[in-house]
């Protein structure tokens, strides 16, 4: 049996913001990219410099929290309970990719 995709795509909405869809296996990376970041890239800029720091940290926002220990990031969605843990190295390429589709979907 092969080993499933994790697959994270970016898309713009009517509303002109940036949409998430992912894989149920990195589910709740979607809302917390949607909901908690959202077009703040000066919430995503303290996000990502934290985890690069790698010291432990922890951030609660509306629907998920983020918890940064150990090389990994940790986030879960407080309503669902859904949890994904990826490498730090992972969750920055992905919030990289993120950065850029906000950059571009403002023009």
Known sequence: MGKATKTVKFTWNAAGRVAVAVSPDLRPLDDFLETEIGESLS???????????????????????????????????????????????EFLDIAGEFERAVRAGRG
């Not at 309503?79 to 490498?87: E, P, Y």
């Open 43 to 89: 919430t995503l800029a303290l996000i990502t410099g934290r985890v690069r720091a790698g010291e432990p940290w922890a951030f609660g926002g509306d629907c998920c929290h983020l918890t940064v220990r150990a090389g990994e990031v940790c986030l879960e969605n407080d309503f669902t309970g859904c949890r994904v843990t990826l490498a730090g190295a």
